[in-house]
C-alpha cells in the first residue's frame, strides 16, 4: 500500500528530535505544503525579550522541510532566508506555513509564512530552495578551459605592442 502525504510526515516526525523537543506540532501536510507550530517559551527569548531569530527561522525550516518532502524523495535545504518583520513573545503560538511554489527537476522552491494566529500578525517570511538527494544526478557544469598563451602575447587581452 503506498504510503500517504500524512503517513510520511508523520514518519518524519517521528525521527525529528528537535521538534519534538520544542513542542512543534505538525497540523497540516498535503502535497507540497505543511503547517507547523510552536509555542515560544521564556527559553526561546533573546536579550531584547523577544523571540529569538534562530528560533523562528528554525520553525519556517522545519516547515519548509516538510513541505518539500511531501513528495518522497529525500529532499534538503540547499539555501534559505528569512525576513523578520514583527517582533513575538514568550507564550506566543506561531504558526508556520509552507507553501511550494515550483518544482522542477531536482530543486524545488518554497515560501513560508510565520504568524501570530491570536491576532494575524506576520512574525517572518522565509524563503527556501530545496535539493532531492536520491535520484539520477545533474550533469556536471562544463568546465572552462583558457585558451593557451605564448610568452610574446599578452595576457590582458590588449593588443600586442607596436613593433619599433
Avoid: W
Avoid at 503547517?35 to 519556517?60: I, K, P, S
Wanted: hydrophobic letters at 40%; aromatic letters at 4%; proline letters at 9%.
Amino acid at each position: 500500500m503506498a504510503e500517504t502525504v500524512r503517513e510520511r510526515a508523520e514518519a518524519m516526525l517521528a525521527r525529528d528530535r528537535t521538534c519534538q523537543s520544542l513542542g512543534i506540532t505538525l497540523d497540516e501536510a498535503a502535497p507540497g505544503r505543511a503547517v507547523l507550530t510552536l509555542r515560544l517559551t521564556e527559553q526561546m527569548v533573546n536579550g531584547h525579550g523577544t523571540a529569538h531569530g534562530g528560533y523562528l527561522f528554525l520553525l519556517a525550516d522545519a516547515a519548509f522541510a516538510y513541505a518539500c518532502n511531501s513528495h518522497g524523495p529525500v529532499a534538503v535545504a540547499q539555501t534559505a532566508q528569512v525576513t523578520f518583520l514583527r517582533p513575538a513573545g514568550p507564550g506566543d503560538e506561531l504558526v508556520a506555513e509552507a507553501v511550494e511554489r515550483v518544482r522542477s527537476g531536482r530543486t524545488g522552491l518554497y515560501d513560508v509564512t510565520v504568524r501570530r494566529p491570536e491576532d494575524g500578525a506576520v512574525i517572518a517570511e522565509f524563503r527556501g530552495q530545496s535539493v532531492m538527494l536520491s535520484g539520477k544526478p545533474p550533469a556536471p557544469p562544463p568546465v572552462f578551459e583558457a585558451p593557451e598563451t605564448r610568452a610574446d602575447q599578452p595576457t590582458t587581452g590588449a593588443p600586442p605592442p607596436a613593433e619599433s
